[in-house]
């Protein structure tokens, strides 16, 4: 039998989903000098990981625990991926940014760069499991979860891609997750708890 999920508690990853698209758009602007950096903009970074973790939640148990095991190692890669990135963030707009560039270089070539070279990899293979999990759902729309996967790549690749590319990344990211919050959003009163012995009630087509 199926117990409905108060739509709430899915519009609210869905409008956290919509607020780190909102960021990532600042970060790329930031980065390509759109807008200046300030303690606002550096700060305010590491919080796109962060809201994007609640609409990845949503999405698995909303969707996503129908794929099964695949399903719920492709989420916990996701997560923590995304909970690892928000340390990243934290370093390089925060600690970085008050370093001599000798002292960053140093950094990077001991463990830090190790862990921060990890944290991408994670992200990357995370964010592709990930995507792959929900299209075999066959019920989240297949476009904003491509570009999901499209911009994540030079982000987990940032240390080597140009600067342009890693700024058009940011931007399809934000536009993916923004897609994907909207279309939550829209559906969060039809969604219900799907179990062992039961389908869920709402079979909405993934347009």
Known sequence: MSHPIPA????????????SAAVLLINAAKRAEVIPTSAFTQLIAPVAQILALALVTALYFAFGRRTGIFGL????????????????EFVINLV????????????RAG???????AASILF?????????AMLRTREVPAAPLVLYAIGAVPIALRAFVPEAVLDLGLAVL???V??????????SNRIATW?????????????
């Open 174 to 176: 934000a536009v993916g």
């Open 195 to 207: 179990t062992v012995n039961a389908r869920p009630a709402y079979r909405d087509a993934a347009v």
């Open 73 to 88: 190692v492709a989420y916990l890669l996701n997560a923590f991926a995304l909970s690892a990135l928000v340390g990243v």
């Open 178 to 187: 923004a897609w994907l919050g909207i279309w939550l959003f829209n559906r």
């Open 111 to 117: 463990s830090l760069g190790i862990a921060l070279t």
């Open 124 to 132: 990357l293979l995370g964010t592709l499991a990930f995507v792959t």
């Open 96 to 107: 970085f940014r008050d370093l001599p560039a000798e002292t960053v270089a140093a950094l």
């Open 8 to 19: 709430t508690l899915y519009r609210i990853a869905a409008a956290s989903g919509c607020g």
